[in-house]
């Protein structure tokens, strides 16, 4: 027997920042049809992270109610590139790596989304055959004025910066997109708000029920500050390494434990009560839940015994200083070193700015003993020791 409608309603709702409907949605749920649910990926790297993953695990609660998840690829919007929160025009792709990066965003995706219940789709398919009559019919469902509302456009413009005419062609594109697979629902983050209005606008000028729309929370990067993006390099990539994905997850603020606990994981609604409880009151050492959080998380992306395994070794190097078993090596000829020198040509650190950077944060050990001073230099007469930050290690060794 089909899930009630309202019951259905409220799976939705969880973890959700805001439906646009709820009304609307409850008469779509009560059709007890499959609906159509999209979700539009402009792919603009190989990698899926847990940000993503926020929206994709909602997508999958959809599916699991009986429903359809509707995967629209921006091979055509992708080469203009979405503006949304950006504060400049982000860079074009090209349709050859928008094919690239699908095959192996194919491979994560059903890692969390049912594939017999999912359709890919090319937005190429419909607006890389619209005429220029078709395309001055689209503009003309839209005003400027309404355009330029968007925060980034209107920053931009205050800014003295550049808005180009294909940035303001993107949330018409998107709009449409919706038209075209006559969408009955669409998910995307707070952050996509504008361009998801944009599609019930046009849905209503082609005579259509306009799709409800679900916006789920932006999740911020392991630096607790920015939103979890690639570009930030604050991320934690579902194909990441077990230990790398467990490393990462142990050094979010205390403050996201919660959020990533209810977005990104599988965990019981009730643990997770009692461990924000138990945070809120102070019974409970925040260093023990994210230590749960990230078994958690390695357990969903590898397995219980990779979970186990990474958290016991991370005990033995973190809590109880021991080494790694295996230290990469690095072979140098010098018999001494700046320790700025050394940290860039081993390829610890990106650049001299960054290697001075983490000395000052305290996150260079060498031999176990905290580096501070800029200028130190490092005797490489015999095998050292480096530490960067909480999970690298690099054994420099002389040729």
Not at 19 to 48: A, F, N, Q
Not at 169 to 176: D, F
Not at 283 to 298: M, Q, S, Y
Not at 307 to 330: G, M, N, R, S
Request: proline fraction near 4%.
């Amino acid at each position: 027997m089909a899930m009630k409608p309202e019951k259905q309603l409220e799976i939705i709702r969880t973890n959700v920042a805001e439906i646009i409907s709820e009304e609307e949605l409850l008469k779509k749920l009560k059709k007890r049809k499959k609906l159509r649910v999209k979700l539009g990926i402009d792919p603009s790297g190989p990698e899926i992270h847990l940000g993503f993953s926020v929206v994709l695990r909602k997508l999958r609660q959809f599916q699991d109610l009986g429903h359809i998840a509707v995967m629209v690829v921006g091979d055509f919007t992708g080469m203009i590139g979405d503006p949304s929160g950006v504060s400049k025009t982000r860079p074009k792709l090209t349709k050859q790596q928008i094919k690239k990066y699908m095959v192996k965003y194919k491979e994560q995706i059903f890692r969390i989304l049912d594939p017999k219940k999912t359709e890919f789709t090319y937005n190429s398919k419909w607006l890389g055959s619209l005429t220029m009559y078709d395309f001055i019919e689209l503009a003309s469902m839209y005003t400027v004025a309404r355009i330029l509302e968007r925060d980034d456009f209107s920053q931009r413009l205050k800014d003295g910066q550049p808005v180009y005419m294909h940035e303001i062609l993107y949330p018409l594109c998107q709009g449409y997109d919706s038209v075209a697979i006559e969408a009955d629902i669409e998910l995307g983050g707070t952050d996509q708000k504008f361009n998801l209005l944009v599609g019930r606008e046009l849905m209503r000028e082609f005579n259509m029920d306009p799709q409800c729309i679900v916006m789920l929370p932006i999740l911020e990067g392991t630096d607790g500050v920015r939103k979890m993006s690639k570009s930030f390099a604050n991320y934690i990539g579902i194909t990441d390494s077990a230990k790398q994905m467990f490393g990462k997850a142990m050094s979010i603020p205390d403050e996201l434990i919660i959020k990533y606990f209810k977005l990104v994981t599988d965990a019981f609604p009730h643990k997770i009560e009692e461990y924000k409880m138990a945070l809120h009151e102070g019974t409970i050492n925040p260093r023990d839940v994210k230590f749960d959080l990230a078994k958690t998380i390695v357990r969903m992306y590898h397995s219980a015994q990779a979970a186990q395994k990474t958290a016991l070794d991370f005990e033995k190097v973190f809590t109880k200083k021991e080494l790694p078993k295996h230290i990469k090596q690095f072979k140098v000829t010098y018999k001494e070193m700046n320790i700025i020198d050394l940290l860039v040509e081993a390829g610890l650190m990106g650049s001299r700015g960054e290697a001075k950077r983490k000395i000052r944060e305290g996150a260079i050990d060498v031999d176990g003993k905290k580096v501070s001073d800029l200028k130190q230099v490092v005797k490489l007469t015999k095998p050292v020791i480096i530490r960067a930050g909480k999970h690298k290690f690099l054994k420099i060794t002389k040729k």
